[in-house]
């Protein structure tokens, strides 16, 4: 009977995997804050991409851990076309075609030595204008190189708007961006910073949102709807859940919800001290995210999950 009733169901097709693609590994190195997950290399990554695939998965999201010695000032990698992300998102493409979603992180903080999602003025703040131009750069990269959607999440003033004209100047209208619209400066993305092997120095709270505010995550979706984002986001997923519910009612697009490396690593943490259900945390977790009003979510756990519920 609960079945029957049940309001929320999750469904193999809601579901991302992100995943990390790290330069000239020979095997795939574990990330130490979030058990279960590694980085890549190319091979493996392929491979996690067909499962994800055979999972039902609907969408890969793809990050570029570059070799520490080529991250420069002005994340020169990102816009390497034979850079790990680009190179990767060939790679993944070649083995699924189209039908898994391909989407690329569009954001300089994975290939910065500073480890900012800009570039820097002489003051060392980042500035905004200048890392547009690198964003329109980055997107025309990625499109190239095989992305359905990218996905900007530097939240850069203008960065839609700026991301939307490179790819429809290079006549790409057919590439999709998944705007990373409401994004909060959150301590939970932690584990993450070790995954991409970033080295940020001071923190990202002129560029992201105060936890405290839900006006201006309105007025960020408002700009990034006019300036052309397909889909929009609301990340972290968990502590946000009311930011999600507003968003969700508030757009007629799709919401997808990012259940970040902290909100991961928090289960698998308790559940390895034996004081959760691992399981049932996880099923609990998305299951609220969905129910909040996430059409989609990006979760570490998106492969292990889809084949759960294959099996019900
Ligand atoms: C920026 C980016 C971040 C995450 C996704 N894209 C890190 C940040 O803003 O500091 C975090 C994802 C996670 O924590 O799982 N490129």
């Given at each position: 009977?609960?079945?029957?009733?049940?309001?929320?169901?999750?469904?193999?097709?809601?579901?991302?995997?992100?995943?990390?693609?790290?330069?000239?590994?020979?095997?795939?190195?574990?990330?130490?804050?979030?058990?279960?997950?590694?980085?890549?290399?190319?091979?493996?990554?392929?491979?996690?991409?067909?499962?994800?695939?055979?999972?039902?998965?609907?969408?890969?999201?793809l990050f570029g851990v570059p070799d520490d010695?080529?991250?420069?000032?002005?994340?020169?990698?990102?816009?390497?076309?034979?850079?790990?992300?680009?190179?990767?998102?060939?790679?993944?493409?070649?083995?699924?075609?189209?039908?898994?979603?391909?989407?690329?992180?569009?954001?300089?903080?994975?290939?910065?030595?500073?480890?900012?999602?800009g570039v820097l003025d002489t003051e060392g703040?980042?500035?905004?204008?200048?890392?547009?131009?690198?964003?329109?750069?980055?997107?025309?990269?990625?499109?190239?190189?095989?992305?359905?959607?990218?996905?900007?999440?530097?939240?850069?003033?203008?960065?839609?708007?700026?991301?939307?004209?490179?790819?429809?100047?290079?006549?790409?209208?057919?590439?999709?961006?998944?705007?990373?619209?409401?994004?909060?400066?959150?301590?939970?993305?932690?584990?993450?910073?070790?995954?991409?092997?970033?080295?940020?120095?001071?923190?990202?709270?002129?560029?992201?949102?105060?936890?405290?505010?839900?006006?201006?995550?309105?007025?960020?979706?408002?700009?990034?709807?006019?300036?052309?984002?397909?889909?929009?986001?609301?990340?972290?997923?968990?502590?946000?859940?009311?930011?999600?519910?507003?968003?969700?009612?508030?757009?007629?697009?799709?919401?997808?919800?990012?259940?970040?490396?902290?909100?991961?690593?928090?289960?698998?943490?308790?559940?390895?001290?034996?004081?959760?259900?691992?399981?049932?945390?996880?099923?609990?977790?998305?299951?609220?995210?969905?129910?909040?009003?996430?059409?989609?979510?990006?979760?570490?756990?998106?492969?292990?999950?889809?084949?759960?519920?294959?099996?019900?």
């Open positions: 009977m609960r079945r029957m009733v049940a309001e929320t169901r999750l469904h193999p097709a809601d579901f991302i995997l992100p995943a990390f693609v790290r330069d000239g590994v020979s095997e795939p190195v574990p990330i130490a804050a979030m058990p279960g997950v590694v980085q890549h290399t190319r091979d493996s990554l392929r491979k996690a991409a067909v499962e994800a695939l055979e999972a039902g998965v609907s969408g890969i999201m010695a080529d991250k420069d000032a002005q994340g020169t990698a990102g816009t390497d076309p034979d850079g790990i992300l680009q190179v990767a998102l060939r790679d993944v493409r070649s083995e699924v075609g189209d039908d898994l979603i391909v989407m690329s992180d569009l954001c300089l903080d994975e290939f910065t030595d500073h480890g900012h999602c703040r980042v500035d905004n204008d200048a890392t547009l131009e690198r964003y329109a750069e980055m997107a025309q990269v990625q499109a190239d190189a095989g992305a359905h959607v990218v996905g900007p999440s530097g939240m850069m003033d203008g960065q839609i708007g700026v991301v939307r004209d490179a790819l429809d100047q290079m006549g790409r209208e057919d590439v999709s961006i998944l705007a990373y619209t409401v994004k909060y400066s959150s301590a939970f993305y932690g584990p993450f910073r070790e995954a991409v092997g970033s080295s940020l120095q001071g923190d990202r709270k002129t560029y992201q949102q105060d936890p405290a505010n839900v006006r201006e995550a309105m007025r960020e979706l408002a700009l990034d709807l006019e300036e052309g984002a397909d889909m929009v986001m609301v990340k972290p997923a968990g502590p946000y859940l009311d930011v999600l519910a507003r968003v969700a009612d508030a757009v007629d697009v799709p919401v997808a919800a990012y259940q970040i490396s902290g909100e991961y690593s928090m289960i698998e943490a308790a559940a390895e001290k034996g004081w959760i259900d691992r399981d049932k945390a996880i099923l609990e977790a998305l299951t609220g995210i969905k129910r909040a009003g996430a059409q989609n979510i990006l979760t570490y756990w998106a492969t292990e999950v889809a084949r759960t519920l294959g099996r019900q």
